[in-house]
């Protein structure tokens, strides 16, 4: 197939995705004043939580997936371009600090590498090839997890990420939002959520963004819950990385327990700031070697831990 042959199958590809129409509600907001525009965003965002809501059984099989992966000692790998690979290394840097978890357990990967989180990369995702070097460069294997994201569903770079991981023996995810009929890949998983025309034609960091970002928060947030990083419905394995982080800590501590500010502080600075070991020392009057046994049999569930305490 010839240079020109390519650019118009690609083009009549893109003439028929759903997120490269035109939004039939926002034709005239070059016309509207700054409060119209707002609404007209607003209404647009409100549709995409609804669409997301459809998903939420194929959803729950991805967490469980991620979880019981991570249990094994693999990872999650995010690959995309554009404002859909930004989306995945954002999630992954947002892990360690908020669950206390490795660097290299959730990792994102974005066409055009580091630079392009701050400057697209023009050509960087047309590529197969490269997405499958990356792949290669991360040393994939089971029992990895492969997340690849495109809001269009079609981007090279995440196409060949996610075949090379297949390939290896990799569960494979795509999330997208265009309708799966719009998809041409074999994949374990298949998240797609149809967000319908953008407010702005083709603008995919907008209701797309909105829809990959809320999937891959119920993603990652739901399997560090189902791997004990929550206690009811507060994460106790936040890593101390600040001063914020430092004084939540305490709060933490305060808020379940008896403890005042200078205890709480006290009982961090026992525990080298590990917050699930300081709580069950204080609520179940344990020094830190019995606290920390209590959580590792109890596979760092302090829920579970506290009610092993209580049936002594």
């Not at 469980?64 to 930004?86: I, K, N």
């Amino acid at each position: 197939m010839n240079s020109t042959e390519e650019k118009k199958k690609l083009f009549k590809k893109l003439e028929n995705l759903a997120t490269e129409k035109r939004n039939s509600s926002t034709l005239e907001i070059d016309l509207a004043s700054a409060g119209e525009i707002a609404r007209l965003i607003n209404a647009e965002d409100q549709k995409v939580a609804l669409q997301v809501e459809k998903k939420l059984d194929v959803i729950a099989d991805v967490i469980e997936l991620v979880s019981d992966a991570f249990q094994m000692g693999g990872r999650l790998l995010y690959f995309g371009a554009g404002t859909s690979g930004r989306l995945g290394v954002l999630d992954a840097a947002e892990c360690p600090p908020t669950f206390g978890t490795p660097p290299e357990q959730v990792e994102g990967f974005i066409a055009g590498g580091e630079a392009a989180m701050f400057v697209a990369q023009e050509g960087a995702e047309d590529s197969e090839e490269i997405g499958a070097e990356a792949v290669e460069e991360a040393k994939v294997a089971p029992p990895d997890v492969i997340c690849g994201l495109a809001a269009s569903g079609r981007t090279p770079y995440v196409h060949g990420a996610i075949k090379e991981a297949a390939k290896r023996g990799c569960k494979t995810i795509l999330v997208t939002t265009v309708p799966a009929e719009q998809i041409d890949l074999v994949l374990d998983y298949l998240i797609d959520v149809p967000v319908g025309p953008e407010v702005i034609m083709g603008s995919t960091r907008m209701k797309s963004g909105t829809a990959q970002k809320m999937v891959l928060n119920m993603i990652t947030t739901g399997a560090m819950i189902r791997q004990g990083k929550i206690y009811e419905n507060v994460m106790v394995d936040l890593m101390l990385s600040n001063k914020k982080l430092e004084e939540r800590a305490k709060r933490i501590l305060m808020i379940f327990s008896e403890v005042d500010y200078e205890s709480a502080e006290s009982l961090l600075n026992e525990t080298d700031g590990h917050v699930k070991t300081a709580l069950l020392m204080a609520l179940g009057n344990l020094n830190a070697e019995d606290a920390k046994k209590l959580l590792k049999q109890n596979d760092g569930f302090v829920r579970k831990a506290l009610l092993g305490i209580s049936e002594e």
